[in-house]
């Protein structure tokens, strides 16, 4: 009898196998299903009433918002801004993530955080910061006035609230891979005789280029569709501090909603174009992020031996 066991408990197991295949496949339909479903309602959908909406009027009207003077100036300063802002992000990213990974300093904990606040808070609550900051009535308004220079409700204080909106992105693409790479690279250059300087533009910002793009791109979209941190420091001054997303809210509130849903769709492109480099920019992250694993597990099987 004991040796029919085994043999009772094989037959057992392959009786129930194909139904809990069975049951993991619904599982895995009816959880795609879901997926598909919510994103068809919660993003395609809307986006696609936005362009019907757009072109509701006609093509010309769309057009001539399009091409309005209005809309081009708000184009250009969200640019503009938006591309000011950008290369301090970076490199505010890549020192912060340089600091967390490659120092040893009481306090690391604390910075990550502190680097995740923006993440975390209303970007209405970060204009609002900026507003205490350099307002009249903030710790840097008198000395402002004292030099006679006007930040708040002009383009400086745009460029500013994008800045602080989209601190953390490029620090937290860079710090995941900074830690799978290691710090050997860096050493075996400096025992060769580099620089600090060449050590890092030769050898460690080429490593986390992909990553560093990546968290580029997510924090130029992040600012060119700002809307609450803007909106509180930039005043609404037209074809003065007026981005496309307050143009759009402008025009939406005068009730021109072809209009509105015209700009949006200028939104809508950028994204779109922003999407599709992200993607591109995946891939390239994720053929990195392998090639590290592989020399990763290079390396210590060569330590083993």
């Known amino acids: 009898m004991n040796a029919q066991a085994p043999t009772s408990f094989a037959d057992a197991v392959a009786s129930v196998r194909p139904l809990t295949q069975g049951l993991k496949l619904w599982l895995d339909r009816s959880l ?5 479903v919510f994103v068809l309602l919660v993003v395609v959908l809307p986006l696609a009433l936005v362009i019907v909406e757009a072109f509701g009027a006609g093509a010309g009207v769309f057009v001539r918002a399009v091409l309005s003077e209005e809309t081009f100036s708000a184009l250009a300063l969200t640019l503009a801004c938006s ?3 950008l290369p301090l992000t970076i490199v505010f990213g890549i020192a912060a993530a340089w600091a967390v990974v490659k120092c040893n300093f009481p306090g690391r904990s604390i910075m990550l955080t502190l680097i995740d606040i923006p993440f975390s808070i209303s970007p209405v609550v970060a204009g609002m910061m900026i507003v205490l900051l350099i307002g009249r009535q903030g710790p840097l308004g008198p000395v402002l006035d004292a030099m006679d220079i006007q930040v708040l409700y002009t383009p400086a204080a745009i460029v500013i609230a994008l800045i602080l909106v989209t601190l953390p992105f490029v620090a937290r693409e860079v710090i995941p891979l900074m830690q799978a790479q290691g710090r050997e690279e860096e050493e075996a250059a400096l025992s060769l005789g580099a620089s600090g300087w060449q050590t ?3 050898v460690s910002l080429p490593n986390i280029r992909w990553a560093m793009l ?3 791109l997510l924090a130029w979209a992040r600012a060119i569709g700002d ?3 803007v909106s509180i420091v930039s005043g609404h001054i037209e074809r003065s501090t007026m981005t496309l997303p307050l143009q759009v809210e402008s025009l939406h509130s005068e009730f ?3 209009e509105a849903f015209a700009v949006a769709t200028v939104l809508i492109i950028i994204s779109t174009v922003v999407a599709m ?3 591109w920019l995946s891939t390239r992250m994720n053929d990195q992020q392998d090639n590290t694993a592989a020399a990763g597990q290079a390396q210590g099987a060569n330590h083993v031996h």
């Open 214 to 216: 990546h968290g580029a």
């Open 32 to 36: 795609i299903a879901v997926a598909v």
């Open 227 to 229: 809307f609450g941190a």
């Open 277 to 279: 480099v992200k993607w």
């Open 83 to 85: 591309l000011v802002a």
């Open 256 to 258: 021109r909603f072809t």
């Open 200 to 202: 890092l533009f030769r």
